[in-house]
T-cell receptor, first 115, second 114 residues
């Protein structure tokens, strides 16, 4: 059973370009979280999605960032017009059902570098 | 707002020595507390968690942690460290209503000397 798969592992973009980060949750998991880890900081919650629904996006920057988790396919975190401050590691995590006790499974992350 | 402090950025211990990684949290009610480990190039792996009940929690790989409400702490311990334990360790807090919306500390990088 494959774990949470994120791609690409490394993504380099120039300022102003778009970044698309993909996350395929573990098989059978319908709940996805995105976290961002800035240099020298802990992971920060960004958004929580279920299939076709955004449940909590309180950690998402108000502009340029969006996330989706379609009925088919991976979850996508999209960053438009990237800036140097977006350089970070972006982690996706999933679990199988709603509930505080559910164990989160994390992917290996996507390291975004903005030149 | 909840927060987590890991005061030690780097810790070096000798293989076979005991280990304690500190974690302090700020939270209004009884928190859900977690310790995760991240090896280079890997995702975070859950070591252990505390929700309620016994304040001494056993986890995987021989780790344990003790919840001390009076000190707002949840320190991670291991009696004898192995070289393979070298990694970064993150403490996190979540709230009962927030599911897996966690607040993480900045991490402690553990180096193990042979």
């Amino acid at each position: 059973n494959a774990g949470v798969m994120q791609n690409p592992r490394h993504l380099v973009r120039r300022r102003g370009q778009e970044a698309r980060l993909r996350c395929s949750p573990m098989k059978g998991h319908s709940h996805v979280y995105w976290y961002r880890q800035l240099p020298e900081e802990g992971l920060k919650f960004m958004v929580y999605l279920q299939k076709e629904n955004i449940i909590d996006e309180s950690g998402m920057p108000k502009e340029r960032f969006s996330a989706e988790f379609p009925k088919e396919g991976p979850s996508i975190l999209r960053i438009q017009q990237v800036v140097r401050g977006d350089s970070a590691a972006y982690f996706c995590a999933s679990h199988s059902k709603a509930g505080s006790n559910e164990k989160l499974f994390f992917g290996s992350g996507t390291q975004l570098s903005v030149l | 707002a909840q927060s987590v402090t890991q005061p030690d950025i780097h810790i070096t211990v000798s293989e076979g020595a005991s280990l304690e990684l500190r974690c302090n949290y700020s939270y209004g009610a009884t928190p859900y507390l977690f310790w995760y480990v991240q090896s280079p190039g890997q995702g975070l792996q859950l070591l252990l968690k505390y929700f309620s009940g016994d304040t001494l929690v056993q986890g995987i790989k021989g780790f344990e942690a003790e919840f001390k409400r009076s000190q707002s702490s949840f320190n991670l311990r291991k009696p004898s460290v192995h070289w393979s334990d070298a990694a970064e360790y993150f403490c996190a807090v979540g709230d009962k209503g927030g599911g897996n919306k966690l607040t993480f500390g900045t991490g402690t990088q553990l180096k193990v000397e042979l």
